[in-house]
């Protein structure tokens, strides 16, 4: 069986790390993670399990001699016969890596467009407030204005951020089922 790279986390240092989240989650103390340490955790998970698949029912090697070809026979026959009982384990453990696999990249897909929504979100609300601006400085009750053009401008204007808000409230409301979606997927 061949060593996982340094990088990589072992089978204890895996059973180590659930063990230390299952003591956090009794004692209590929730440390809030990002999803993007998340994501990084399950690539990582991800590349390990990858490397450590093709070991599964491989015969590690020994040393030349004639009790370790006599060993290395009987591990071959004891390989051969459990072969129908490997084989759809290991197809089950490679479907089951390539639906994960597929899930980190949904979730990164997600992950970015969510960034994406807020930043067209942030930029509509700082539009919206230069409009509420440039609003109150025509309809300032101190100024007294008898053009058509300052009323049809005051018109335009609040017609404009009446349609930002409605905008802004759709987007609101994609990020808020985006959010939703992905507390319903963990």
């Known amino acids: 069986m061949s060593e996982p790279p340094k990088d990589f986390l072992t089978v204890d240092e895996i059973k180590e790390r659930i063990r230390n989240r299952v003591r956090q989650l009794d004692e209590g103390s929730h440390t809030s993670v990002e999803p993007s340490q998340r994501l990084d955790e399950l690539r990582r998970n991800l590349r390990s399990a990858n490397l450590l698949l093709p ?4 015969i590690s090697a020994r040393p030349h001699g004639r009790k370790n070809s006599a060993i290395q026979l009987l591990k071959r026959t004891i390989r ?3 072969t129908w009982f490997l084989r759809p384990l290991r197809q089950f453990n490679a479907a089951i890596l390539a639906t994960l696999s597929e899930t980190a990249h949904a979730l990164e897909a997600l992950q970015a467009d969510i960034t994406s929504i807020m930043q067209r ?3 509509l609300e700082a539009n919206t407030n230069q409009h509420e601006i ?3 400085q025509l309809t300032n009750p101190g100024r007294q204005h008898d053009s058509p053009e300052v ?3 005051q018109r335009k204007i609040l017609s404009e951020m009446d349609s930002l808000r409605g905008r802004i409230d759709a987007l609101a409301s994609d990020v808020q089922k985006l959010l939703e979606n992905c507390h319903l997927e963990h």
């Open 151 to 153: 009323d049809r401008l």
């Open 121 to 123: 979100l942030r930029a």
């Open 80 to 82: 051969r016969l459990l």
């Open 134 to 136: 440039r609003g109150q």
């Open 55 to 58: 070991d599964v029912g491989a």
